[in-house]
């Protein structure tokens, strides 16, 4: 069986793949620059929520078919590399490929001219070629591939399994290593496409859910301003009608893929791309748009009152807050004059932050709240007739 290393591997992609392959009987390295991510690994504990990981993570580092380590001589050790680092956008909202190469940089050293190397992250159109002719000017002779991940965050134990993998590659030994592990660790036969095609696939995939996202949340605003209840007209037309399976519900769409890629997209379309800007500023408004409403609740200003924030993760039932929205909604609300707390009961190392974390019971005092990640420890509250509560997401099927 191959050995493989996955750079990164401690992160949200990186770890989740390392342990479907582990299970599979591929010895797999986490060669990740993060300390204390390898240590919690090694430890059998995970630096992260994963549905289903704790025990799964117990199993492959017991049977000695995973580890993680700091050390960047183990990728010389194996015969495929997986590249899972991230591909953020700048402040203009242009891909920052540089960081792709810098790491490329960094590993070339330990890279042979019989690996594989298979790129896992997020890329902007046509970087996989740039990667290939710059490969070729460093006298690497490595093969290359691009394999988009595809996996729901969180979920990726599950995903991996079931959800068909999109290949890629620039050589036939390439393709045909992708096919083997991807088709070893999924139900599904791996779908092959061009590199080019599999880089506007992915990209594709993430702003088409960002826009959908960005519909339902048009929605919202226009059912809020005319007093109908969005959230009832949302069950009715979802109710046995099959041309409204894909209708998402309303809430602050944002997290480290569906905001930034869509705007990669964007960058790749010479800004043509008026759908993925449309969306861009109706999510993007989502936190302006749950604080007019609150005003309207306080008699038209919140200056000097106590508002707290339930639930600062990305999304639902998740300790990721990388680009969540309940960031910016804090902000802004402490522009208009509000004293912020905040509840989580999912984000870890709550005393890092620079704002103030309070338990459940204290945030429930505050003259209002806004609920900014529908977790499902919030449906248990009993939130009395005359509390303010901002719900956005329909968790108790009104907003006013």
Not at 228 to 255: C, L, Q, T
């Amino acid at each position: 069986m191959h050995k493989i290393a996955i750079v990164g591997g401690c992160g949200h992609i990186g770890l989740p793949l390392g342990i479907v392959l582990a299970e599979n009987k591929f010895k797999t390295f986490l060669y990740d620059i993060d300390e204390a991510s390898v240590n919690t690994v090694n430890d059998s504990i995970l630096p992260h929520m994963e549905e289903e990981g704790e025990e799964r993570l117990k199993e492959v580092i017991k049977s000695k078919y995973l580890l993680a380590t700091i050390s960047p001589k183990v990728l010389s050790d194996c015969d495929i590399v997986i590249l899972t680092i991230g591909t953020p956008v700048d402040e203009h909202l242009n891909p920052r490929t540089a960081d792709v190469f810098k790491v490329i940089d960094a590993i070339l050293p330990y890279i042979k001219a019989d690996q594989v190397l298979i790129f896992r992250s997020t890329l902007f159109p046509g970087t996989m070629s740039l990667i290939n002719d710059y490969l070729k000017t460093k006298k690497c002779n490595a093969s290359l591939a691009f394999c988009p991940e595809r996996i729901v965050q969180g979920k990726g134990l599950i995903e991996l399994v079931e959800v068909p993998q999109i290949i890629s590659g620039f050589d036939e030994k390439s393709l045909s290593v992708c096919r083997q592990i991807f088709g070893t660790i999924s139900k599904q036969k791996p779908v092959t496409l061009l590199p080019l095609e599999a880089e506007l696939a992915k990209l594709f995939c993430n702003a088409w859910r960002y826009i959908n996202f960005a519909i339902s949340n048009q929605f919202f605003q226009i059912s809020e301003k005319a007093g109908a209840n969005f959230f009832k007209i949302y069950e009715a037309v979802k109710k046995d009608y099959p041309r409204m399976n894909d209708f998402a519900r309303a809430g602050f769409a944002s997290g480290p893929c569906l905001f930034k890629d869509t705007m990669q997209l964007s960058a790749y379309s010479q800004n043509t791309f008026f759908l993925g800007h449309s969306a861009m500023l109706i999510n993007e408004g989502m936190p302006s748009f749950a604080i007019d409403l609150l005003k309207n609740r306080m008699g038209g200003s919140i200056t000097g009152k106590k508002i707290a924030i339930l639930g600062m993760a990305f999304k639902a039932n998740n300790d990721d807050v990388r680009d969540s929205l309940a960031f910016k909604l804090r902000k802004m609300l402490e522009f208009f004059g509000a004293e912020v707390i905040c509840h989580d009961p999912y984000v870890k190392h709550q005393e890092k932050f620079d704002f103030k974390f309070v338990d459940l019971p204290t945030a429930l005092k505050a003259d209002a709240a806004i609920i900014g990640a529908p977790h499902k420890d919030y449906k248990k509250v009993k939130v009395p007739k005359d509390f303010i509560l901002i719900d956005i997401w329909g968790m108790f099927n009104s907003v006013s």
